[in-house]
Each structure stands twice: as structure tokens, then as C-alpha cells.
């Protein structure tokens, strides 16, 4: 899989021009032009709809004399000052004309007409995705007369109501980007600079900036419904919409010439709640390059306020930290001679990253006496052997029993078999000794010391080698332009990369390191080619391919490490024979883990076609369009479809057996008695386990349709509507070979004679002879609506209306989507595991010599053959009656095609002071509708949730056995097929709606939110050496899409307050992303020192010229807690929260008066190793038995957690080389945080831990310094 990517990798433009793709291309095409057509045809019938080309940049207006009479026929050439080519076109009879094909650059317009003069308006900066508005007046004259304005036309917005902004190349360059930037060692990335702009928050509870484009006007706490798109075309990850890698792990910061984020009132051309654009740098008739190096090193960083201890010396040390980033950029023209010079342009960038860094962590073997069987001391109550059981027992008066290691019979029987010491105690005999114990610990190193905790420290090192390489080549004549572009990267993690402090891995060597390292490959191509017909008919196609292949290795997967190598036999083929064996350690003075990693992949791959037609006739520009997109997403849960095999010690098979309550074969073991070691050594295997599947990779698959239609309407000079209406045809999943699962609630169960059984996708017996359970929804049907009215030459009047759909949920781009993952693909796997028995013995025993997993771990998943009462349990039959298998997904027909949905609105202001300097004060709305939530029980009986109505039984549904039969004998509670149900679980456990299976609802996605906010945006163009953009957004956002109590709806008597709540009311609130101000500036400033200031002499320019200063600056609140409680009372209908384990809702206090909030703002008198509780515990309770907290899920008594404020800032000198006309050397400090400023982080919000409401960490970076040096030519 690996060489087949490389091959890829090495011409991604090979594989799209593929004979197989280019016939799969040709088809859609055709498809494509044929929706067109019809769309045409319906739109000339009834009226006209417009959006810009795909990535291009329009210049729309008309053209006027002097007294405001429109002018006819006029000539518009626009011409890119960088490649020199011109864009010709000619107003209409109402004067109107509209260029849409332009490339993002500086442009001179041209106007001329018969009897006038010549105008020539310079600086007119064209971005991707925005229309500028130009309006030339023409004197009456000679037409060799001519009048040349060089001050760039105004910023206003009068064409359209999209909200956004556009960042270009000179701006973003200046600005202080941080390598490792919001924690993630990695390169630059030009998707960081999304978070800037308004509209746009970071605090999303799934993935962060590396794998999640973030929240866009409230969406939701889960963010991730960002479109994505390079030069127009969308790339959207099967896996996880909104997920940006296509772009920073393939294309650099240096190779993208401008980027835009619009949030708002955009064209029906794109999809998706806001979207990203990244335009790649093109060449020009001129060559240009540059090679640069940035770097950042442990001593450019400062404290923080929690400082690390070495655990070797004990004294505090910073975080060791290397990274370099270094690359070239060249362009320009690919013929340097002739007329090809101005028609054939390249550009090309190669960029590199090297990180490393190390982290010594403590991490605990088993002493050099342990491995040698001498356990002294190491547990209060000894050892205990579990192989003299069954002669301890019989010379016992008193029940079960076992010797301590160095005892033995004292010849009659008495208590506890009556031991007598006939050695040293708590030594086990070398001819106990398992060899496949002896085997596996033969690699442990040399301990620091001989301690039972911490005895070796590893130096946890981490290393990072990363680089990508971007092309593109332009072609240009009168009527086309071709565009090929290919992009290529790669991520090296250290074999194997270090694990963060704390969590608990092995971060020692291999082989029992936690062992895992990965190595992403990314590849993008597009192809673009552009028709002029006529100056008011353009045809645009564009192509596109994206794979993201992102494969994790398990460093211990050595040959001389393998199972097989050490001993091991029985074993199916895969890691569980080529790994080492993962080994788990359990209780008192345990050793750390010995877990790797089970190597697996993913593999995102997305084929993507655009085609496009714009018509321009009278006052309407027209686009009709369509985009077919190709998605896949394949899963291999364990790479070579096995995971190593999994041995879990215990302290149970070498603890001592009670004498009391000990009914065979129920017996128990003594506290502090047993070490999980010496089971371990005498082969004594607690548990033994692996996973074993059908098919080593399940691919989901799916093919979006969206046809649309936008109409750019002039109704007059002052107002403009934006007409457009887009259609998305989301398929639902699809597995690639039909290996899918899911629960069916109406077919019967042979087993419980009941409906409610597992059924399987594809044909034949025991599936739904079908591809998918799932309906697809063909209502996701999105109009558009802007307008812009021009109130005054400086003022416009704007506002939007549009509905939105996302990628997400069982659609493509959602967990949902991940056929042969959790619920997916039961049956399609095995996972066979032998735990211990009830006299506490392995069942896996590997004693002595015996090397041989039990029969039965090698055998096969049975995929369909498994039949529908596969996973049924809690019965009363034969081979039923355990706990059922894994997790059952119910497949919504309904739910499971729904898209997420946003129906956005805005109304606002752009108003010009100068030249220079607009504002835009808006009110922007979003309401957003099937959404994930973050916990999945939205719907209480697709989620097998208990009902609360049935908490009104009280504690008859803790009943179990007889009592549970006589309860439902008399009970009109219990259903009719109780008597099937095994009583060994409780009447609660009855009492859900499918207590044989354990079902989830995997398409429950109908979480709803709601945002509204007031965005202003203030922005500068480069004046006086300053450019500036501000942005402040006052916000507030509510849903119900975060945890749940309960997916029901909750009866007055459970609610904790008296008052009954419809189902997800109890839990709608403000959301946890919520974020009520948020504040951004970034600025550039030419320093006139030198060039304005102090520049009279030589000596002065060259000495204090060059400098350019720059900065960001973030300022935003704290995000509202979810306060939860570990003071959890009966209540078998709770949904138990996730952190941690077992969690509920509390109670509101009341009696509590005054602020929760206490004792100043967040972090006030801390010190690094002292907290106080910035909340008041007081406030609350714990909830009442068989009901639930009635506290609000988010901000409780307006809690919210600590905001932020952050500055960045830069300075660069630049020195000319007198090389070249344009060479210079740049060399570039930049310091972040630069106030040094602690955001903290909670430590618990929940109520009833010791640590509720206390700070423990720091959630951002401390002030840390990069330098960099470019030479640019």
C-alpha cells in the first residue's frame, strides 16, 4: 500500500490523467453540461441567476461620461501587472461590463470609446472570490488623450453582501507566523491565519487547527463545517469535513499567494457553513525566487508559569525544543524567449521542517529481584501461589485456599490449609518461571535505580522531518487559460514519537514503548482550463484529486521483537504475530504498561469537477454550474488484520483467597494481597486478547451532485441583488464491498423471538439485499439572496439571506461516515478474549513452557454468516445469556441522509471614511439544524436509554433474580418477553428498549443551534507604510448539542425542579463554544526611519532604512464550564458523561446566595504548585435519588471559564544585494506572547473532586522568540 502511494505521490497528475480517469472525468463532464443545460434553459424561461467563476477574481461597473450618461460599447482591457496579460471586454448597451476570469494580482484598466479619451486607472488590486467595483467616467476628447489615475479605486463592497475577508501575500508575509503555532509542532501553516478573521473561533470541543477549520458564526460546538477550497475548488475529507491538511501538509506558507475566509452571504458556487479559498502563487514574465530559513530553539523560549521538574536532577527545566524550517520558492517564465515569455509561467516551492525535542519521564519496570521472582516488600499481604490451590484447599478447614510463597503444608489440616514458612516468603521458585514471561522481560534495560516507582527515565524524545513541494504552470491565449497544479507532502514522525507528560505510555525503548509513528502522505492536482466564447460568454472547468494517506506504525513490530520470534504459537496472522505483545499491569506497585500501538491507516481520497458557464446580458451576470465530487475514505482498523495480542496481569491469580463468603467457584481475593508481576511471571495471564478482522480495510464511498444556478443583478447604479440557488445531493454511506452492519428493530431475532436483530448491507442471506439501509435526502435545496444598495458614494447598505449545507453526519465528512468502524461493522470482526474463571486462575495460561494461546484465538470473523442474532445477549438460552457484543448502530433511513443544515441572515453597513480606510458594522444570524452533538444519547431510545418515566419505580429497578421475576409477574411495567430475559441483570437493564442488543444511534444527529452577533471590521490599505485590519465580533450562541441527561423527554417528578421538559430542552443552553467577545488586529508598518525619517544621508538610509514592524494581537473571553458532578445518587435513566466516568448533572443550591464565581479572576494567587477554587462549591448539591440535577448543562450561575489576550510581533530589516534590481536579504525576529501573558486551564469542573474549580495548567504558550533570514530576488 505504501509503494502503490508512493507512485502516486511521484506524479499525482499522472494518476489524474489516468485512462480510467479521464473516461470517469468525460462522463461527468458530460453529466455536468447536460444539468447545465436544463438549468439554462429553466433560468432563461423564468429570469436570470448569477455567481463569479470558481477562484477568480471579477471586475464589474460601467462605464460613464461625464454628465452620467452610460456609454455603450466602450473597451475594457484589464491587464496583470505581473504576467502582462490583458483581459479585453466591452460594455453593454447600458454600459454595464463584467470580467470574471481574472487571476488574483494588481491590475491597470483600460477604457477607451469613440470621442472620448483614454482613462487609465492603475492599482486596482483583484483578489479570488470578490468583485471589485469600478466605475471609469470618460472625457469628451481625442482618443489620444489620455488621463492615468494612480490611486487604487475605492474598497467599497457595492456589488454583493458576502461577509469575509481577503488576506493577500504581502500582508500575511510581514505578520509574525509561528512555527508549532497553537501547540502543534509542525511547520508554518497558512490555515492558522482562518482564526484571524471575524466570525471564526478556535474553541471547538473535536480535533484543533491542524485537523478542524474551527466554528463559523456559531455552528455548533464541533465545528469542522468549513469548506475548504484551493483556487476555487472544493476538497472535502470523507472522513472529517473541515479538516484543512490537504492544504498545510502539502502546500506552504510560501506558496500560497492569498487566502480568504467568508462566513456570510457568499454565491451559490460553494458549499458548506463559511469557506476557506487558498490561491496558489503563480509565475510571471519575470523571474522571481527566494530561499529562506526560520528557526526556534529552547533558549528563544521563556518560563512558564508551571515549571516542569527534571526527575533526574529534581530541578525545573524548560520544555527542549529544535525546530527549523527552510525552503526555496523560483517562478517565471517557462520559455524565457519569444512570445511564450507572456504566455507560459511556472512556479514551484520546495519547503522543509525538522523538529525535535525530549521530555524525560519517569517510567516503571519491575525491579531487578522482581524479574528474578523476589517480590519482598513489595506488597504488605505477599504473594500467593496459585498452583498449590487445589492442595492448599484440601488441607483446609475453612474453605478455598492458597500457600504464600515460602510456606507449605504443616502436615495436618487446619485454617487456610495450616501453612508453615519452609522458606523465604514471597519468592517464587525459579521452576515456576513461564518462559513466555522470560521471554518478553529479557529486553528490559538498565534501571536508574532499584525503587519500586520511577526506577528508569527515559529520555521520551520526539522528532519531526516534514517537507512539501508545491508547482503550477499557466498557460495563457487570447481565448484559454490552463492551469496545471500539483502539490506533494510528507510528516516523518521519530520511530517511535514521544508521548505527552503524563499520559501514562511506556515512553521507554522499544520494545515496550507505547511504540507508536506515523507518516501522512498528501497529494493534490487540479487541472483548470477557461473558454473565452465571447467577452460576455466564459466556460470554466476545473478538475481536481486530493489524497490524504496517514498510516501509524507500531515501532515494537520488529522481526527479532515478533510473537512468533519470541516463542508465542496459535496465533492468526498479522501484528499478532509479527508485534510484540501489548502486557497490561494491574494494582499496587504496578510496572508501566508494556502497550504499543496496533499499526493501522486511513487513507482520504476525493475526485472533484467543477464546470461552469457565465453569461453576461444587460444588467445580469449569469453563472450556471455544477460540481460532482468523488469521496472516499478507507479504514484499516489494524494494518496486516490482526492487533498484537493483548495479556493482562492482575494481582487476583497471585492474591490470597478469603476463607469467608467463598461458594464456589465465586471466590475473592484478600485486599493488599497479590502482585500483578507474579502472576505475570509464573504465566498466571488474568486475560488474553486480540482482534482479528474479515477484511484488513472497509471504504466508504460517496458521490455528491450539486448543481446551481447565481444571478448577479444591477437593477440599478445603486442596488444590486445576488440571486442564486444551489441544490446538494448528498448520498448517504455506502460500504466499498458491502462489509456493513446495523441494527434492524423490525426483524425478528431467532433467539428472543422478538424484532430487533443484526442485519447486514449487500445481497443474499441475512442482509437487507441493499447498499445502504439509508435513504438519501434529496430535499437539501439552498437559495441564496444578497443585496447591496448604495446609500451615498460612500456608504452601502447591505444584507443576505441564505441556506447552507455541510458534508457531516452519515453524508461524507462526519464519524457517521466511517463504514467498518464501532457500529458499523460488527460481525466483521472477532475479538475471542479468555479472562480468569470464577477461582480466580487464567484461563490463558502460558505456565512453564507452554508457549500455545488457547484454540479458538485464531478463528475468523464470519461476517454475514454470523446471522442476525449475532451480539444478542442477557437471555435465558444457551450461549445468549452473557453481555452482548460491542455496539449494534441503528441505521436511520431519515436521519442518516440528513446533511447539516444552516439557514444564515445578515444586515449591515460598509461605510468609506478615506481612501483608504472602510468600516462594516453588521448583525449576523445563523440557526443550524441536524447537527452531532457531543454526546449520543439525543435520542433516549435509539440510544437504548432507560426512560425516565420508569423512575417513578424507585428501587424496584435495582431487582434482580427471583425478586425481579415475582416484581414482573405483578408489574404491569415489565414487557411480555421478561421471562426470556436473564435476571442476573436488573429490571432497569429490562426496562430499556432493547435490552438483548447494545444499540447505538450513530445517525442521531439533531442537535440544533442558534447565533447571534454584531461583527465590525475596520480595515486599511497600505497608507503612510500602514496596513491594518481590526476585527471585534459580540456574540451569543445556544444549543443542544453537547451532553444530554437524557434523550427523552423528562417527566416533572424526575426533573430536580418541579418542572417537566420536552426532549433536549433540559440541555439546550449556551453553547460550550460560545464566546461572547472576541477581538483581532493584525497591522503591518513600513517604518519610516530612513526612508522618511532620518534618510537625508547615505549613511542613514542604508544604516536605518528597511525596517518593517508587524503585529497580531487576540483578545476573547472565556468559554461558558460545563459544570458536572461526581455526587452521583441512583439513577439508572442518567446518561453517564465522559469525564469523568459515571458523572451527573448536580443540583442548583437553593439556598446559595451571591457569586459562585469567587476569589478574583481565574488564576488570582496561584502559584505553580498552590490553587485555591475560583468557584463555590456551596452552590451546589448533589442530585436526588431517581432524579436528575436540574442545573443548567453550561454556565451555571454565569460561569465561564478564563478568556485570553495574546500580541504577537515582528520586526524584519531588510538589506538590498545590488544582485539584482529586486534582491534583498531579510532577516526577521518575531515574539509571541509577547506580555507573557497565563491563560489557565481548569482543573475540574466537577463538583464533588477535590480539584473543582481549581487552575493546574497553563492552557497557551509562554513568550517564546523566532528568527528567520530570506534572500528574495
Not at 504 to 521: D, F, I, L, T
Not at 814 to 820: E, K, L, M
Not at 1005 to 1018: G, I, R, T
Amino acid at each position: 500500500m505504501i509503494t502503490s502511494f508512493r507512485s502516486n505521490l511521484r506524479s499525482p497528475m499522472n494518476r489524474i490523467l489516468s485512462t480510467r480517469t479521464i473516461s470517469k472525468v468525460l462522463r461527468a463532464s458530460l453529466s455536468l453540461r447536460l444539468i447545465v443545460f436544463c438549468l439554462t434553459v429553466l433560468l432563461v424561461a423564468s429570469g436570470a441567476a448569477h455567481a463569479q467563476l470558481a477562484g477568480k477574481g471579477a471586475i464589474t461597473g460601467t462605464v460613464f461620461d461625464a454628465s452620467g450618461a452610460a456609454i455603450p460599447d466602450a473597451t475594457v482591457v484589464m491587464t496583470n501587472g505581473a504576467t502582462g496579460i490583458s483581459t479585453t471586454t466591452t460594455s453593454t448597451s447600458a454600459g454595464d461590463f463584467s470580467v470574471s476570469t481574472l487571476d488574483p494580482g494588481v491590475y491597470t484598466v483600460t477604457v477607451t470609446a469613440k470621442g472620448f479619451e483614454k482613462l487609465r486607472q492603475e492599482d486596482v488590486h483583484v483578489n479570488a472570490l470578490e468583485t471589485v467595483s469600478l466605475n471609469p467616467k470618460l472625457t469628451v476628447g481625442a482618443s489620444d488623450q489620455s488621463v492615468t489615475i494612480t490611486a487604487a479605486p475605492p474598497q467599497l463592497e457595492t456589488t454583493n453582501a458576502t461577509l469575509g475577508a481577503t488576506m493577500e501575500q504581502d500582508m500575511y508575509a510581514a505578520l509574525p507566523i509561528e512555527m508549532g503555532a497553537y501547540g502543534q509542532p509542525d511547520q508554518r501553516r497558512a490555515t492558522d491565519f482562518a482564526f484571524l478573521m471575524p466570525g471564526v473561533q478556535g474553541n471547538n470541543t473535536t480535533g484543533n487547527p491542524t485537523t478542524n477549520t474551527g466554528i463559523v458564526n456559531g455552528s455548533g460546538s464541533r465545528g469542522g463545517v468549513t469548506a475548504v477550497y484551493i483556487d476555487g475548488l472544493p476538497f472535502v475529507r470523507a472522513g472529517g469535513n473541515g479538516d484543512p491538511r490537504y492544504i498545510w501538509t502539502a502546500i506552504s506558507v510560501d506558496a500560497v499567494n492569498q487566502f480568504q475566509v467568508q462566513t456570510n452571504g457568499y454565491s451559490a458556487i460553494y458549499e458548506g457553513q463559511g469557506i476557506q479559498n487558498y490561491t496558489i502563487k503563480q509565475g510571471a514574465n519575470k523571474w522571481h525566487g527566494a530561499v529562506y530559513e526560520f528557526f526556534r530553539n529552547t533558549a528563544l523560549d521563556t518560563w512558564g508559569f508551571y515549571r516542569a521538574n527534571n526527575p533526574l536532577t529534581g530541578l525545573p527545566a524548560k520544555p527542549i525544543e529544535h525546530q527549523n524550517e527552510y525552503g526555496i520558492n523560483f517562478g517565471g517564465p517557462l520559455v524565457p524567449f519569444g512570445t511564450w515569455k507572456d504566455k507560459l509561467f511556472f512556479f514551484g516551492n520546495y519547503n522543509g521542517y525538522r523538529y525535535s525535542s525530549t521530555t524525560p519521564t519517569p517510567v516503571t519496570f519491575p525491579t531487578f529481584a522482581q524479574q528474578n521472582g523476589n517480590f519482598t516488600g513489595v506488597i504488605p499481604g505477599g504473594v500467593w501461589d496459585p498452583n498449590s490451590q487445589a492442595a492448599c484447599t484440601a488441607n483446609s478447614t475453612n474453605g478455598p485456599c492458597r500457600y504464600r510463597y515460602g510456606y507449605s503444608y504443616a502436615g495436618t489440616p487446619g485454617p487456610g490449609g495450616n501453612p508453615i514458612l519452609t522458606g523465604t516468603p514471597d519468592v517464587i521458585p525459579a521452576s515456576q518461571f513461564s518462559q513466555a514471561a522470560l521471554a518478553l522481560q529479557q529486553f528490559i534495560p538498565q534501571l536508574t535505580n532499584q525503587n519500586l516507582q520511577n526506577n528508569y527515565y527515559a529520555p521520551n524524545a520526539t522528532a519531526l522531518n516534514n517537507w512539501s513541494t508545491t508547482e503550477r504552470i499557466d498557460y495563457t491565449t487570447q481565448k484559454d487559460q490552463l492551469t496545471l497544479m500539483a502539490a506533494i507532502g510528507r510528516q516523518a514522525s521519530s520511530f517511535p514519537v514521544g508521548q505527552a507528560q503524563g499520559s501514562g505510555r511506556n515512553v521507554a525503548g522499544v520494545p515496550y514503548n507505547y511504540g507508536q509513528a506515523y507518516a501522512p502522505k498528501t497529494a493534490v492536482g487540479i487541472i483548470e482550463e477557461t473558454h473565452t466564447f465571447t467577452p460576455h460568454l466564459v466556460n470554466q472547468f476545473k478538475y481536481g484529486y486530493a489524497r490524504y494517506n496517514g498510516p501509524t506504525f507500531d515501532a515494537d513490530q520488529l522481526p527479532q521483537y515478533s510473537a512468533s520470534a519470541l516463542g508465542f504459537t496459535g496465533l492468526p496472522s498479522g501484528p499478532a504475530q509479527t508485534a510484540f505483545p501489548f502486557v497490561t499491569f494491574s494494582g499496587t506497585n504496578a510496572p508501566t504498561g508494556w502497550s504499543g500501538s496496533t499499526p493501522n491507516g486511513t487513507i482520504a481520497q476525493n475526485y472533484t469537477l467543477v464546470d461552469n458557464i457565465q453569461w453576461v446580458a444587460g444588467k445580469h451576470t449569469v453563472t450556471f454550474g455544477g460540481q460532482i465530487a468523488w469521496l472516499l475514505y478507507n479504514v484499516t482498523p489494524a494494518t496486516g488484520g490482526s492487533t498484537p495480542l493483548t495479556l493482562a496481569a492482575s494481582v487476583t491469580e497471585t492474591a490470597q483467597i478469603t476463607a469467608s463468603s467463598n461458594t464456589s467457584p465465586k471466590y475473592a481475593a484478600a485486599a493488599n494481597t497479590g502482585a500483578a508481576y507474579a502472576s505475570f511471571l509464573v504465566g498466571q495471564i488474568d486475560k488474553g486478547s486480540l482482534t482479528q478482522y474479515l477484511d484488513q480495510s472497509y471504504g466508504s464511498r460517496f458521490r455528491a451532485y450539486s448543481p446551481y444556478v447565481q444571478d448577479n443583478w444591477k437593477v440599478t447604479d445603486k442596488l444590486t441583488l445576488d440571486l442564486g440557488l444551489r441544490w446538494d445531493i448528498f448520498p448517504s454511506v455506502r460500504e466499498n464491498h458491502g462489509f456493513m452492519s446495523f441494527f434492524n428493530p423490525n426483524l425478528p431475532n431467532p433467539v428472543t423471538g422478538i424484532n430487533g436483530a443484526l442485519q447486514y448491507a449487500g445481497d443474499g442471506a441475512n442482509t437487507c439485499n441493499c447498499q445502504t439501509p439509508v435513504n438519501t435526502y434529496f430535499k437539501n435545496i439552498g437559495p441564496r439572496i444578497g443585496l447591496a444598495y448604495q446609500v451615498d458614494p460612500k456608504t452601502v447598505v447591505r444584507a443576505s439571506y441564505g441556506v447552507m449545507y455541510t458534508h457531516g453526519n452519515g453524508v461524507g465528512g462526519g464519524t457517521a461516515s466511517q463504514t467498518g468502524m464501532a457500529s458499523n461493522a460488527l460481525g466483521f470482526s472477532a475479538a475471542p478474549s479468555f479472562s480468569a474463571n470464577g477461582q480466580l486462575l487464567s484461563t490463558f495460561p502460558l505456565m512453564g513452557s507452554n508457549m500455545a494461546v488457547p484454540a479458538g484465538m485464531s478463528t475468523p470473523a464470519a461476517g454475514r454468516a454470523s446471522g442476525p442474532a449475532y451480539g444478542t445477549g442477557y437471555t435465558t438460552v444457551a450461549g445468549y445469556t452473557g453481555t452482548p457484543s460491542s455496539s449494534q448502530g441503528y441505521a436511520d433511513p431519515y436521519l442518516g441522509g440528513r446533511a447539516p443544515q444552516y439557514i444564515n441572515w445578515s444586515f449591515g453597513f460598509q461605510h468609506q471614511w478615506t481612501d483608504a480606510f472602510t468600516s462594516t458594522i453588521t448583525y449576523v444570524g445563523s440557526q443550524g439544524h441536524f447537527l452531532q452533538a457531543d454526546g449520543s444519547n439525543a435520542r433516549g431510545f435509539w440510544a437504548d436509554q432507560l426512560d425516565p418515566k420508569y423512575l417513578a419505580l424507585g428501587s424496584s429497578l435495582n431487582l434482580t433474580g427471583a425478586a425481579e421475576t415475582t416484581f414482573c409477574a405483578t408489574s404491569g411495567d415489565c414487557p411480555s418477553y421478561y421471562t426470556k430475559f436473564n435476571t442476573s441483570q436488573s429490571v432497569a437493564t429490562l426496562l430499556h428498549p432493547f435490552p438483548f442488543q447494545n444499540v447505538s444511534d450513530p445517525y442521531g444527529n439533531v442537535a440544533n443551534s442558534n447565533y447571534h452577533s454584531l461583527q465590525m471590521s475596520f480595515n486599511m490599505r497600505p497608507t503612510h507604510g500602514i496596513t491594518f485590519m481590526a476585527n471585534y465580533t459580540w456574540s451569543r450562541s445556544i444549543d443542544d448539542a453537547g451532553t444530554f441527561r437524557s434523550g427523552y423527554a423528562i417527566p416533572a417528578f424526575a426533573s430536580g425542579n418541579g418542572k417537566a421538559y420536552a426532549i433536549g430542552r433540559m440541555d439546550r443552553s449556551v453553547s460550550t463554544s460560545s464566546q461572547p467577545q472576541h477581538v483581532v488586529i493584525t497591522g503591518v508598518w513600513d517604518l519610516p526611519i530612513g526612508r522618511q525619517i532620518l534618510a537625508n544621508q547615505a549613511w542613514e538610509r542604508a544604516v536605518l532604512g528597511g525596517l518593517k514592524f508587524s503585529t497580531i494581537f487576540q483578545a476573547y473571553s472565556g468559554s461558558p464550564l460545563a459544570i458536572t458532578s461526581s455526587v452521583c445518587a441512583t439513577n439508572p435513566a442518567q446518561s453517564s458523561f465522559s469525564s469523568p466516568a459515571g458523572a451527573c448533572m448536580p443540583n442548583l443550591n437553593p439556598a446559595f446566595i451571591g457569586r459562585a464565581r469567587i476569589n478574583g479572576k481565574w488564576g488570582q494567587g496561584a502559584t505553580s504548585s498552590v490553587s485555591k477554587s475560583y468557584i463555590d462549591s456551596t452552590a451546589f448539591t448533589g442530585n436526588n435519588a431517581y432524579q436528575f440535577g436540574n442545573a443548567p448543562r453550561t454556565a451555571p450561575y454565569d460561569i465561564y471559564g478564563p478568556g485570553n489576550n495574546n500580541l504577537d510581533i515582528s520586526l524584519r530589516r531588510s538589506f538590498n544585494l545590488h544582485i539584482l534590481n529586486s534582491s534583498r536579504f531579510n532577516i526577521q525576529a518575531d515574539l509571541y506572547n509577547v506580555t507573557n501573558h497565563t491563560q489557565f486551564s481548569v482543573a475540574s469542573a466537577v463538583y464533588g473532586n477535590a480539584s473543582f474549580g481549581q487552575v493546574n495548567a497553563q492552557a497557551n504558550k509562554s513568550r517564546s522568540a523566532q528568527l528567520s533570514g530570506r534572500i528574495e530576488f
